[in-house]
């Protein structure tokens, strides 16, 4: 079972998943923004259901700290299709899901600051709301570079918004009343909507009929609304099927949006009943004067909706972006006609004006209203609902008569891989990355008592506590142990967990020592990341008590500079027992932190003073540390932390910083001068033809010179 298990486990890689792209377009900085590169390698190592922090450069001094969660916008049954017209028949032929990692979340610290970023192997699309600054990810059609940027720093005329309008009948009154009826909450946990989605040769046509690209873009629009209600109206919306058209073949003649959205109801109502949904959605990339849908349709034979006028990516300020349209907003929205909500305006009382040429409250309208009507454009709009359309939207779904998704399977219970130090018990939530289907809490309902090798196990807690493992006196490396669960349903499944024992960093030994830490200052060029210090030469040295320098504007500690200047902080640290510790490092601009060979913190790249974290299980003793350090403009700080082993979190004290020190006449390195040195002496005397430790002076020869030195060290 052991090796069984270990063929599932996955590491991440410590690099940045995005950073500053080496060179930076001329047409990315006329508008303000920044071009990015992005891991895509280290983007495939993140599982669906992963959470994970990165970290996105505006070209600002401080980066976007964003915590996301990968989700998947597909069903599990899902089908891909790419069709023509052949001989008044159409032909399709199935095709693999898009190569698609879509993440929802929100900026460290502020879950009110929306986030979103879907990348594909052609693309890359987010967005950023964090109150003060709409950040937009997004490529051009031909992929050239990725950038982001502020769109609240864009003139509006820049971005030639599209005056698109919505074609769905005004009515003069809607209200957020509850229906009749009750609505469970299915078995998909979140329940989610189960959209099809159609669409014309026109939207794969932004791609260059390239159907791989466009279905990508079909995820990430579908992604990104799913994104938005999951976190406004508490369902998700995923995608059961998609159409692509690889030719100018496709079965759609009309040329308005009203017009196209009864053919394309007519079309799935006569021919598409195969396809289980709840909606059914197309996606245009025609000149069709905007979106259209029907209202509060879902799971009926009216279930349609049609958004036209796509633009193929999220909007960007440049020349061949001729139109400007914000995709997402015209989805959600049309959708949101789906689910039973009329526009903004309609309510009474209405919660805007600018469908009624009144545009004073413009700024910061809603999905469902008329706002980028107003000056401003597409500017105007955040990404959500009204609190009053949200009311509206969750009452109508509370009375629909269909289930949002449920395809009875079992809960998964997946694999727990928990690291562990042999004498020390270890409690290990288990059902923290469980998943069920019913939206219910798992519980445990069995479990192991006695491990592979003889650990015991015991619940603590309660049936949704967790287990402690205490392992077995021996020593070993791995160990396992099964456990059961149940959801709310009655299914149940087993899991298991791996037990990996680490054994700490063995403590160093130091011939000699003294107080404090050596530091090397380094006169560098502009630089965007930390240099390869190694093949530099420093520019001076001193000994610091410890590593405690908070940002300045002026010169840094003994550098001598204020601007472009490296720092290699190299030292011991004595922790007091064997434990795991969490070394910090916060610096302004980048920064590294080294345990003997093993990088522990990366805080590499240009910001602000900013702090990252990294855990060691070290014996107790000394420890050689090398902080890397650089600056390349304003600010220059760095401090070095540590908690663990009894100490709160706290900077490395004066007190726990050491540092290497040779000892006059200690010709074999032990750090004492003794009769085995004298003997050294005696026995290399004479001329030396290399590198020989017992010539002291450095004078070529072994002489009497190096023995009164040594004998002058022997006597004191």
Request: aromatic residues 8%; hydrophobic residues 40%; contains cysteine.
């Amino acid at each position: 079972m052991i090796a069984g298990l270990l063929g599932v486990i996955a590491s991440l890689g410590a690099a940045p998943l995005a950073q500053e792209a080496p060179s930076q377009p001329a047409e990315v900085t006329a508008f303000g923004g920044v071009a990015i590169a992005i891991d895509r390698d280290l983007v495939a190592e993140i599982n669906i259901g992963d959470r994970c922090t990165i970290s996105l450069p505006t070209g600002q001094r401080e980066s976007l700290s964003l915590e996301l969660e990968r989700f998947e916008v597909f069903t599990k049954d899902a089908k891909v299709v790419v069709a023509k017209i052949e001989g008044g028949h159409i032909v399709e032929h199935e095709v693999p899901q898009p190569t698609l990692a879509v993440f929802r979340g929100h900026v460290t610290g502020d879950e009110r600051a929306e986030a979103f970023l879907a990348i594909g192997p052609s693309s890359v699309n987010g967005y950023v709301e964090d109150g003060q600054a709409k950040w937009v990810l997004a490529q051009p059609p031909d992929g050239r570079w990725t950038a982001i940027y502020d769109l609240n720093t864009i003139d509006p005329a820049d971005m030639r918004w599209i005056e698109s309008t919505c074609q769905t009948p005004t009515l003069t009154t809607a209200w957020p009343e509850p229906l009749s009826g009750t609505r469970s909450r299915g078995i998909d946990c979140p329940p989610s909507l189960r959209m099809a989605i159609e669409t014309d040769w026109q939207f794969t046509s932004l791609f260059g009929g390239n159907t791989e690209a466009s279905g990508e873009y079909a995820g990430t629009l579908i992604g990104a609304v799913s994104s938005i209600y999951l976190e406004d109206v508490d369902f998700a919306v995923q995608i059961c099927y998609l159409r692509l058209w690889d030719t100018s073949s496709d079965p759609w003649t009309t040329g308005d949006s009203g017009a196209r959205l009864s053919e394309f109801a007519s079309y799935w109502n006569s021919s598409m009943g195969h396809v289980d949904r709840h909606l059914a959605h197309m996606l245009s990339g025609q000149g069709l004067g905007g979106g259209v849908a029907y209202v509060g349709v879902v799971c009926t034979g009216s279930g349609y909706a049609v958004s036209g006028n796509l633009s193929g990516s999220f909007p960007l300020p440049i020349e061949d972006h001729s139109n400007n349209n914000w995709d997402l907003m015209v989805v959600a929205h049309e959708t949101g006609h789906n689910c039973g909500t009329l526009h903004t305006h309609d309510y009474n009382p209405p919660i805007d004006g600018c469908g009624n040429n009144d545009c004073s409250a413009a700024w910061g309208g809603t999905i469902m209203s008329y706002c980028h009507l107003c000056s401003g454009g597409m500017s105007n709009m955040v990404m959500d609902f009204h609190p009053t359309v949200q009311t509206t939207i969750e009452n109508y779904i509370a009375g629909i008569s269909c289930e949002l998704g449920g395809d009875g399977s079992p809960p998964v219970a997946n694999l727990d891989d928990v690291q562990a130090v042999l004498g020390e018990s270890i409690d290990i939530d288990v059902l923290l990355n469980d998943y069920v289907n019913d939206c219910s809490e798992p519980t445990i309902i069995d479990h192991d008592t006695t491990s592979n090798y003889g650990g015991t196990i015991e619940l603590i807690g309660g049936e949704s506590g967790v287990l402690r493992y205490t392992p077995p006196a021996e020593s070993i490396s791995l160990d396992g142990f099964l456990y059961d669960i149940i959801d709310g349903s009655g299914q149940d499944d087993r899991g298991g967990v791996l037990v990996h024992f680490i054994l700490p960093k063995p403590a160093d030994s130091p011939t000699s020592v003294a107080s404090g830490t050596m530091v090397q200052y380094y006169d560098l060029d502009a630089l965007s990341a930390l240099p390869d210090f190694d093949t530099l030469t420093p520019i001076g040295e001193e000994v610091l008590a410890d590593i405690n320098l908070a940002s300045t504007n002026g010169v840094f500690a003994g550098s001598g500079l204020s601007d472009d200047v490296g720092a290699v902080f190299e030292g011991l640290i004595e922790v007091p027992i064997t434990t795991n510790y969490t070394l910090y490092v916060e610096s302004d601009d980048g920064s590294r932190l080294y345990v003997g060979d093993e990088m522990v913190v990366d805080n590499d790249g240009l910001h602000g003073m900013h702090e990252e974290a990294g855990q060691i299980l070290l014996a107790a003793g000394l420890h050689r540390v090398r902080v890397e350090f650089f600056e390349r403009g304003g600010g220059a700080g760095v401090i070095a932390r540590i908690e663990g082993g009894g100490l709160a979190k706290q900077v490395i004290p004066a007190d726990r910083w050491w540092h290497d020190v040779s000892v006059v006449g200690d010709v074999d390195g032990d750090g004492i001068v003794n009769i085995e040195d004298i003997l050294l002496i005696l026995a290399d005397f004479g001329s030396c033809a290399g590198s020989c430790p017992g010539d002291l002076d450095d004078d070529g020869d072994v002489d009497v010179d190096d023995l009164l030195i040594t004998l002058g060290a022997f006597a004191g």
